[in-house]
């Protein structure tokens, strides 16, 4: 199995991939006015880390308000390369929240037998099969093709092999999948020729459509993924997670935080320009390609009974295909905050 900062990597991919990745939820439970600003008479630091990658997008008005001092909470704030910086970070308890893949998520809850917890879906699906002509209609159209992609052993090779499989297609015999290691060779893959279909995560998408006119989306994952789930599954790219040690001791902190997360979102999505310059302020990609991507980056909010029923539903196919994709075993409840 490959590395998580592997799937991360196409992502930004987001970035590992995992899955990066076309709508946008803002689920989720109001806090109550006992975590609004005001209540609050000092401002909790939190130590607070994201990957570079689509991950990141729904935190950038955040960070412009704590730059400005307007946050209710303190965010120190890391822009992490690689899944492996965080996982380290949180391992030494240098982190008291992170936004990370789903099934990092999972990983690190089993590796630290329950010292983490998710409090909010941030990122639903960002990946696409894109195509150098008009072949594609549906996913039964894959059937005796070539599809280049990345992410070999990680999510989104398991989130094409379960689609795939749904639709009647035997990802090893119906199909041939060809896999790069970087989103970057796909992309020159298809510029060059070589490649006619091929599987990518947003922002990789805009990328190469930019350096190709012929390239168009031929299907959206995530959308072909709902319409085959019966159990209320579906992808996810990134969560945010908590040191369950800050939990226990700032419970009034968290939950304020993940009401600012929620109308950081909101004003993401629905303020694409002035938030592409924001995403590229804080290092995460360039304005002219965070404008072109954001309206299929999938950032969302959901926390409470829809993330929980997203999520589980998520970490149960990775188990079935790969039981170590999500290290292991399946979370239980404690897995879960809820507010």
Do not use: H
Request: charged share 20%; with cysteine.
């Amino acid at each position: 199995m490959q590395t998580p900062q592997k799937i991360l990597s196409l992502a930004l991919a987001a970035v590992l991939s995992l899955s990066v990745f076309a709508g946008c939820s803002n689920n989720g439970d109001s806090s109550s006015s006992s975590n609004s600003p005001s209540s609050q008479t000092q401002r909790t630091t939190i130590r607070l880390a994201a990957l570079k990658g689509p991950t990141t997008m729904g935190l950038v008005k955040l960070l412009e308000d704590n730059e400005a001092g307007s946050s209710a909470n303190q965010y120190e704030f890391t822009l992490a390369a690689t899944a492996d910086e965080i996982t380290a970070a949180i391992g030494k308890g240098e982190l008291d929240a992170a936004a990370v893949p789903c099934n990092l998520a999972s990983v690190l809850y089993n590796k630290t037998e329950g010292k983490i917890a998710v409090g909010a879906v941030n990122t639903l699906g960002v990946l696409y099969v894109v195509e150098t002509g008009d072949t594609i209609q549906s996913v039964a159209d894959l059937k005796g093709k070539t599809i280049y992609t990345t992410g070999k052993g990680t999510t989104p090779e398991y989130s094409l092999n379960y689609v795939l499989t749904q639709n009647g297609i035997d990802p090893a015999s119906d199909v041939t999948i060809e896999f790069k290691s970087e989103a970057a060779e796909v992309a020159a893959a298809l510029a060059e020729g070589t490649a006619q279909i091929a599987m990518l995560p947003e922002p990789f998408v805009t990328t190469a459509m930019a350096k190709n006119e012929n390239l168009r989306v031929a299907l959206n994952l995530s959308e072909e993924w709902d319409k085959v789930s019966s159990d209320g599954s579906g992808m996810v790219t990134g969560v945010l997670i908590f040191s369950r040690d800050f939990l226990e001791q700032n419970p009034e902190a968290a939950s304020q935080f993940l009401e600012e997360y929620k109308a950081s979102v909101a004003y993401v999505n629905e303020n694409t320009e002035d938030a592409a310059a924001l995403v590229e302020k804080f290092g995460v990609a360039p304005a002219a390609v965070a404008q072109k991507a954001l309206p299929n980056c999938s950032i969302t909010f959901l926390e409470g009974d829809a993330m929980k029923e997203r999520v589980g539903g998520y970490l149960s196919v990775l188990f079935q295909q790969n039981p170590q994709s999500v290290g292991g075993n399946l979370p239980d409840d404690a897995f879960y905050f809820a507010r």
